[in-house]
């Protein structure tokens, strides 16, 4: 059974920083590109950013310079460091590991971004 969960959310104030994880279990880790997406509420969700089995990175438009991927292949892990936080990045988290034909998602994680 797979699965991918994702923690490290909360609120945190503008300026401040977050480190999401999200594990994920029942697959082989490293072959699986994984990617951070998120969706705020009346919106589409977005790329955030994604990291591939080979470790390339890319990111979405609102995470560059500010946002870094990484991921812990020993630990089934992939990270994302979230600095410089804004209200508008104020969404539910997810993380997604896909691979041709097969693609999981985890349940998110909210990130609140306020004062």
């Known amino acids: 059974q797979v699965q991918v969960v994702e923690s490290g959310g909360g609120l945190v104030q503008p300026g401040g920083s977050l480190r999401l994880s999200c594990a994920a279990s029942g697959i082989i880790f490293s072959t699986f590109n994984m990617g951070w997406y998120r969706q705020a509420p009346g919106k589409q969700r977005e790329l955030v950013a994604r990291?591939?089995?080979?470790?390339?990175?890319n990111y979405g438009d609102s995470a560059k310079g500010r946002f870094s991927i990484s991921r812990d292949n020993a630990k089934n892990t992939v990270y994302l460091q979230m600095n410089s936080l804004k209200p508008e990045d104020t969404a539910v988290y997810y993380c997604n590991a896909y691979r041709i034909n097969q693609d999981y998602w985890g349940q998110g994680t909210q990130v609140t971004v306020s004062s």
């Open positions: 990291v591939t089995s080979s470790g390339m990175t």
